[in-house]
């Protein structure tokens, strides 16, 4: 007795779908029942043809075995099809004179995956000596099994758009939306309701966008720009539906719109006299809840006045101070200064405008009246000094408005002491006189500014001594008389 190490494939069953083959022996490729002794064969309801066959069964034992000895074979079945079998069972016959100890359990093996390889190890023992066999048999139910693809599409829509915007800018808003899911969800569309105040640059108030077909993590994204009618806060939200009726909304994102608001005060002098400077103030200040940028402030310069100076780089331009004071934050303001100059009378205007990015402009105006002062210089001259008794004294009183406004009604009187009495006088206007010691002229009607009058008077000396002449004039500024003397020495 001997235990040969060579094990080989004995036995190859077939099994076509639907019929069960017992194997009542072993043949060489495929032989008849009677058992046999073979190095390898194979054995199918349609000869060796695998093409024909669902379950392909190979079996591998020893040559030869030991009488009492206990042995091992294998059993090993593979589905050749391309779909499940169901209720697939092996069963394993001993022959007489062999006994099968274990492995039988395995033999119940259900159902078999596709192309599946089950490789079932069994455990017998000779009996007695001779050539016995073991025999396999071999049932399935086949599977008719479809295959489909389930899928579970999912919508997600965002909707992003800036914390904060210009009332005077479009508001870009994007949304995107995304299958989140498995599979194709069909015929998407998304839809933007705007709040109340909130529309499209041509007036729309709400939004319907076509995504079409999302295949599984798709995505397609939609930009509107937005216009805001007034400041405020704007919440803004999207939804999508697809045709199988799913659906999603995004989370509501908030913009706050806002704005620089200007204003702007212009002050100034009442009055102003001609050649006198005057100073001007301009206050500008941004009441809004956002930053003027581009901030820039001119103010005019007023008729009959001329640009002297101004603060903070304010400069001329054509008829106007300009400061250029770029941003202006919200809640700030700037006081900006300038002076004038009085050229000529009247009533001159100043214009103050404020304007800014975003910002209506700002106006404000003040209005100052330029008025001209007379200023009357009073001379007197004596032509003749020292003068005999007996002799004649010209006198020339002179009047002049070195002011910048005309003087009216201005009167002009002469008195002489007791040396000199009154003979004659010429002049813009007439002389009267009641005695010999003065002569008063008729009122000057009006005197323009820069003019001058001049009066002749000539006296007679009558008594030597150190002579006073005394010339006094008033006129409508000049409520208090102004009065000038002249000295002449009479020998």
């Known amino acids: 007795m ?24 072993c043949a060489t490729c495929c032989g008849g029942p009677a058992p046999v002794k073979a190095s390898k064969c194979a054995f199918g309801v ?5 093409g024909n066959s669902a379950i392909w069964i190979e079996k591998s034992m020893p040559e030869q075995v030991v009488v009492g000895k206990p042995f091992e074979y294998t059993i090993q079945v593979t589905n050749l099809r391309s779909c499940a079998l169901e209720d697939v069972a092996i069963s394993e016959r001993a022959s007489e004179g062999l006994t099968i100890q274990s492995g039988e359990a395995e033999l119940k093996i259900g159902t078999m995956k596709p192309h599946e390889v089950r490789q079932i190890k069994m455990t017998a023992v000779a009996n007695a000596g001779g050539t016995p066999s073991t025999c396999t048999k071999a049932d399935y139910k086949p599977v008719l099994c479809c295959g489909l693809e389930a899928i579970s599409p999912s919508l997600k829509v965002v909707l992003e758009a800036p914390s904060q915007a210009l009332l005077c800018d479009l508001i870009p808003v994007k949304v995107t939306v995304t299958n989140t899911g498995t599979g194709n969800a069909q015929n998407v569309k998304v839809t933007q309701a705007l709040p109340q105040g909130l529309t499209t640059h041509d007036g729309k108030t709400s939004l ?12 397609k994204s939609y930009t509107v720009n937005l216009k805001a009618a007034q400041s405020g806060d704007y919440s803004n939200s999207a939804s999508a539906a697809a045709a199988s ?25 009442g009055k102003i006299f001609v050649t006198k400077n005057a100073d001007f103030k301009v206050d500008v200040q941004n009441t809004g809840n956002a930053d003027s940028a581009n901030t820039t402030v001119m103010a005019t310069i007023p008729a009959g006045m001329r640009f002297v100076g101004a603060s903070n780089g304010g400069a001329v331009s054509g008829n106007s101070v300009v400061w250029n004071i770029g941003t202006l934050p919200a809640g700030k303001g700037a006081t900006l200064d300038m002076t004038f100059n009085a050229v000529s009378g009247g009533t001159g205007e100043s214009i103050a405008r404020a304007t800014g990015t975003c910002c209506q402009e700002a106006n404000a105006a003040v209005k100052s009246d330029v008025e001209g002062i007379p200023a009357i210089l009073l001379e007197v001259v004596d032509t003749e000094d020292p003068i005999q008794v007996g002799a004649a004294e010209k006198y020339y009183i002179t009047v002049t408005n070195q002011g910048s406004a005309p003087d009216n009604n201005i009167v002009v009187k002469v008195n002489f002491e007791d040396n000199l009495d009154y003979v004659s006088s010429s002049g813009p206007t007439q002389g009267q006189s009641g005695d010999v010691k003065s002569v008063a002229f008729a009122p000057l009607a009006t005197l323009g500014a820069g003019q001058r009058a001049t009066w002749e008077v000539t006296a007679k000396a009558v008594k030597e001594g150190d002579h006073r002449t005394t010339v006094v004039m008033t006129s409508d500024v000049i409520s208090r008389p102004v009065q000038e003397t002249e000295a002449t020495r009479i020998y």
């Open 46 to 50: 349609q000869g060796c043809d695998k």
């Open 2 to 25: 001997f235990h040969s190490k060579k094990f080989m494939s004995v036995l190859v069953l077939l099994l076509v779908v639907g019929t069960a083959f017992v194997m009542s022996g």
């Open 208 to 219: 319907v966008m076509d995504a079409g077909t999302l295949a599984g993590g798709a995505s």
């Open 245 to 269: 009726g799913i659906t999603a909304a995004s989370g509501a994102v908030t913009t706050s719109v806002v704005q620089p608001v200007l204003k702007v005060g212009v002050s100034g002098p």
